[in-house]
């Protein structure tokens, strides 16, 4: 995968090129879809995922899927914030 900065906008955006194999749009593509149901279905956003997973990282995390302790749904939680 090959990213590329085509430019800056004056509203601080950019906008980037992706020169992708064939493999790396269909792994893509598929997690994008993945993600855009696992969203829907749990309410769950990708900040929330993050931290989770920075938590979880740090061994600070109020869950661990790895470990088989019990995991929170997202009624469990805040999300959107």
Excluded at 37 to 49: K, M, Q, R
Excluded at 54 to 79: C, H
């Amino acid at each position: 995968m090959n990213v590329e900065q085509i430019a800056e906008h004056e509203d601080g955006g950019a906008t980037y090129q992706f020169d992708l194999t064939p493999e790396e749009a269909d792994a893509i593509c598929r997690n994008g879809i993945l993600w855009a149901i696992t969203s829907a279905v749990t309410g769950i956003t990708i900040e929330h995922a993050l931290k989770m997973h920075r938590e979880s990282e740090a061994g600070n995390a109020d869950y661990n899927p790895f470990d088989g302790s019990e995991y929170k749904t997202s009624d469990d939680y805040e999300l959107g914030n």
